[in-house]
């Protein structure tokens, strides 16, 4: 399944939209209403594109991309716009927008539309995939790796069974093979790589 952000800060396209993409199963939609919303929400959660509005009070579509670039994140983003002047759409893409449609006309023509842009941007991104974005999801396991490994650690020091144990021990283990699998050790070597 395809996660998206769709920002826009009309609830009632978030609606819409929200209804047409998740109507087939193939994409998971979430929406906020403002580009300082999506901005959080990119930081708690994992999408794999972003739909923007233009026409945003505080922050515009443009520079939500712009921000969101220059955090050195390459997903796919696509401008979903009434906005159609032709200097918003070259700023766009040369900000690093992947596409821009702009909205109006049949409904069902402009939706699909927009999901087949979402399924095109997603998929060069994974033939492109860049080097940088493999070590961030690198760091980003032995991070969670070396958490997980504390919780164990944490888990040993509370009262259970000897049944309990074995398994938090053996648990144990195979988290240091997997950080073993890193080059790492079970000291927390990548937290100086973290961003």
Known sequence: MVSVLLVDDEQAILDIARAFLERHGEFSVVTALSASEGLQLLKEQEFDAVISDYEMPVMNGLNFLKTIREEKNHIPFIIFTGRGREDVVIEALNAGADYYIQKGGDP???????????????????????????????VKLIRYTHALAELLVGLEKTPCSAEQASIIRDCHTRINEMIALFGETGKKKADTDLT
Request: glycine share 4%.
């Open 108 to 138: 069902r023509a402009q939706f699909t539309e927009l999901a087949y842009k979402i399924r095109e941007s997603v998929r060069k991104k994974k033939e492109l995939h860049p080097a940088g974005e493999q070590e961030h999801a690198r």
